[in-house]
């Protein structure tokens, strides 16, 4: 009989293949390495860590849960919830082909929505491909309506990004700056996003814990000619996946098209000099000015995506 339990460490190695099945559109650009999933496992089951992710769900205060469903021992379905400030947002959604269609994912997005709801968040939040027309179907019958409409887009020869001429205007990201960006990343969002997913000045913080789990390094950048941060981007890169990471690129109406490209091209030099074979991104299709400095820098449009909310209860 098929259950619903939290991952084990001994699920890993049905881990990777679940999710290189269920997610191929993605893994094509993201390239994630399975060495790098099982090293992530075995981290997360070191005795203080499991101490102290026990602690915190004892306190309701854990930072995600990662749901599987067991039929016999077999991983058949998994999905990862964590936890923004108004929100639950699950990162994935699969079940094994061959167990579709028999209510597993209904399950499994429920739970999210009930640990949701126990925790104190009023939405639910998660992401689809636009052209998945059967997980859209299954989302909207469960309550699912549209918040924001993205697309990944690449860049597949870092090498080439030369810093450019930005100069003095773009330095790096420092703590202090946190609420100055925090509060440009909201004005540039449209008011239902800032209801659902509002920015919180702690989502710039230090990621320290994170990081080290996924044994990855960070850096953030932003403009600043003298009035303090005008646009912010932050890049990664970890053995986790073979493309490294820039963060939602953050541009505000001051900011001039050269100025941001060259923000961009300062995070995707850093990102090449780790060496990456290509980088990967997400651009809202409303933000002309974050799309257009990713162009100028040489991304390409590639898979089209949809975040979707709903309340928790």
Known sequence: MTKLRELRRTDSPALYPLLKDGFPEEERILGTRPEGVDRLIRRLYRTDVRVLLGLLRGFHRSPFHLYVMDDGGRIVGTTLLSFAARAGYLSIVVVA???????????????ARQAAARRGKPYVVLQVLAANAPARALYETAGYRELDHQRFVVHDRPASIATGSAGASVRPFARPDTDAVAKLANRTNAELVREVL???????????????????????WVVDRGRGPEAYVAASASPLTEAGHLSRLIVGASVE?????????????WIAARGSPRIVTSVAEADGAARAALAEVGFRDDIEHLTLYRPST
């Open 198 to 220: 509002p920015v919180r000045a702690r989502d710039f913080a230090s990621r320290g814990f994170a990081d080290r789990l996924m044994e990855a390094e960070t850096a953030a």
């Open 97 to 111: 082909p061959e167990y579709r269609r028999r209510g597993l994912a209904r399950q499994l997005i429920e739970a």
């Open 257 to 269: 098209p050269e100025l941001a490209a060259g923000l961009v091209r300062t995070a995707g030099a």
